[in-house]
């Protein structure tokens, strides 16, 4: 198939609908506006729903009525936007509804700006919502590798019960790429007839399917809460993805970065390298489950001295790196959160002060 050159956040529309997902509920806000204009045009002609709620808070629900009775459902959103869905993300979590979310994230705290951050690290991977909930959480680096992530979010989502995340910044959104679309990836909605609250009829079936999360007797809430962590376990052994650049030799430093940050640390390395610096690179693709073992591997090579997470952020991430690494080597953080991005030169200088 043909590349064509697509704005990430319309890239985003078009890959929902070849993954196969017809129902896209959203409420507009910068800065991925344009994955709603997009769709509002799209959905119609391909026998799609796009619905505007009349907030956050309705497309959470949304979300949560439409895959409790079966669909595949999608919304995309940014920030304070994510924040207002976290209940409803709970609630998806705690009674098993897939369902697929895109931030692209703002600067914060507050309505913060709309220039590149990835200041919703912890939110992502740590506070999503309420109770004991995680989501799966992938990180892409490029207009082509959302496009792959969105496609594959519906299966992965599907396969777990459970809400997946997409978590790029204003770069990802808004920067023009070109992008290929395989058929390869494209999947069927898995068969929900077991679970979902489609109607006896439907499924042929005298017995109610319940989508619930309400489990008032201790004992039965401690079960689901032990399964629903088994889940999360099984992510973590199945679904860690990250790419490792330049580590197959010695290097002095390693970097551990995502998402656009990380194109620009690829940059800086390969400088580096022309001046006889060597310097390693951990790209996680998923922040959860995080690659703990390929970052702790990295790190304990004789020759490292110095670990660095290089970040659009006051510093998140960095705590996974400081887990993954286990005292063995010095870590410390880098980045900037105001919607500036670090140029490879300061990161050149960054690296050069940590291995004096």
């Given at each position: 198939?043909?590349?064509v050159?697509m704005k990430g956040?319309?890239?985003i529309?078009?890959?929902?609908?070849?993954?196969g997902?017809?129902?896209?509920?959203?409420?507009?806000?910068t800065p991925q506006s344009e994955?709603a204009?997009y769709?509002?045009?799209?959905?119609p002609e391909?026998?799609?729903?796009f619905?505007q709620?009349e907030?956050?808070v309705a497309?959470?629900?949304?979300?949560?009525?439409a895959?409790?009775?079966?669909?595949?459902?999608f919304?995309?959103?940014s920030s304070?936007?994510?924040?207002?869905?976290s209940?409803?993300i709970?609630?998806?979590?705690?009674?098993?509804?897939?369902?697929v979310?895109?931030?692209?994230m703002r600067?914060g705290?507050?309505l913060?700006g709309?220039?590149?951050s990835?200041?919703?690290?912890?939110q992502?991977?740590?506070?999503?919502?309420?109770?004991?909930?995680?989501?799966?959480?992938?990180?892409?680096?490029?207009?082509q590798?959302v496009?792959e992530m969105?496609m594959?979010a519906?299966?992965?989502a599907?396969?777990?019960?459970?809400?997946v995340?997409?978590?790029?910044?204003?770069?990802?959104?808004?920067m023009m790429?070109?992008?290929?679309f395989?058929d390869d990836l494209k999947?069927?909605?898995?068969n929900k007839?077991?679970?979902?609250?489609?109607?006896?009829?439907?499924r042929g079936s005298?017995?109610r399917?319940l989508?619930?999360s309400l489990?008032?007797?201790?004992?039965?809430l401690n079960?689901q809460?032990?399964?629903l962590k088994?889940?999360y376990?099984r992510m973590r052994?199945?679904e860690?993805?990250?790419?490792?650049?330049n580590?197959?030799?010695d290097?002095?430093?390693?970097?551990?970065?995502?998402g656009t940050?990380?194109?620009?640390?690829?940059?800086?390395?390969d400088?580096?390298?022309e001046?006889g610096?060597?310097v390693g690179?951990i790209?996680p693709q998923t922040?959860?489950?995080f690659?703990?073992?390929?970052?702790?591997?990295?790190?304990?090579k004789?020759?490292?001295?110095?670990?660095?997470?290089?970040?659009?952020?006051?510093g998140?991430?960095?705590?996974?790196v400081?887990?993954?690494v286990l005292g063995?080597?010095p870590?410390?953080?880098y980045g900037?959160?105001?919607?500036?991005?670090?140029t490879p030169?300061e990161?050149?200088?960054?690296?050069k002060e940590?291995?004096a």
């Amino acid at each position: 198939m043909a590349k064509v050159l697509m704005k990430g956040n319309e890239a985003i529309g078009e890959a929902a609908i070849r993954a196969g997902c017809l129902n896209y509920f959203a409420y507009p806000i910068t800065p991925q506006s344009e994955v709603a204009e997009y769709l509002a045009r799209r959905m119609p002609e391909v026998g799609g729903v796009f619905l505007q709620g009349e907030s956050e808070v309705a497309v959470g629900y949304m979300l949560f009525g439409a895959s409790g009775a079966g669909a595949r459902v999608f919304t995309t959103s940014s920030s304070p936007g994510i924040s207002l869905m976290s209940e409803a993300i709970s609630y998806l979590c705690g009674a098993q509804c897939p369902a697929v979310f895109v931030n692209i994230m703002r600067g914060g705290p507050g309505l913060g700006g709309i220039l590149p951050s990835q200041g919703d690290y912890f939110q992502a991977t740590r506070g999503i919502g309420h109770g004991d909930c995680r989501m799966l959480v992938m990180a892409p680096a490029s207009v082509q590798e959302v496009v792959e992530m969105v496609m594959r979010a519906f299966p992965l989502a599907e396969k777990y019960r459970n809400p997946v995340m997409i978590l790029g910044d204003g770069l990802i959104g808004q920067m023009m790429e070109p992008v290929e679309f395989s058929d390869d990836l494209k999947t069927e909605p898995s068969n929900k007839d077991d679970w979902a609250s489609s109607g006896m009829d439907h499924r042929g079936s005298k017995t109610r399917n319940l989508v619930k999360s309400l489990f008032l007797d201790p004992t039965v809430l401690n079960d689901q809460n032990l399964m629903l962590k088994a889940k999360y376990d099984r992510m973590r052994e199945e679904e860690v993805r990250y790419e490792a650049y330049n580590i197959d030799g010695d290097y002095q430093c390693l970097i551990v970065s995502y998402g656009t940050m990380s194109r620009v640390c690829r940059t800086a390395i390969d400088m580096l390298k022309e001046e006889g610096i060597e310097v390693g690179m951990i790209r996680p693709q998923t922040l959860f489950p995080f690659p703990e073992k390929a970052v702790g591997d990295a790190a304990a090579k004789a020759s490292c001295t110095h670990v660095v997470s290089i970040e659009m952020s006051m510093g998140q991430m960095v705590d996974d790196v400081k887990l993954s690494v286990l005292g063995r080597k010095p870590v410390s953080w880098y980045g900037k959160c105001g919607g500036e991005v670090p140029t490879p030169e300061e990161i050149i200088g960054v690296v050069k002060e940590r291995i004096a």
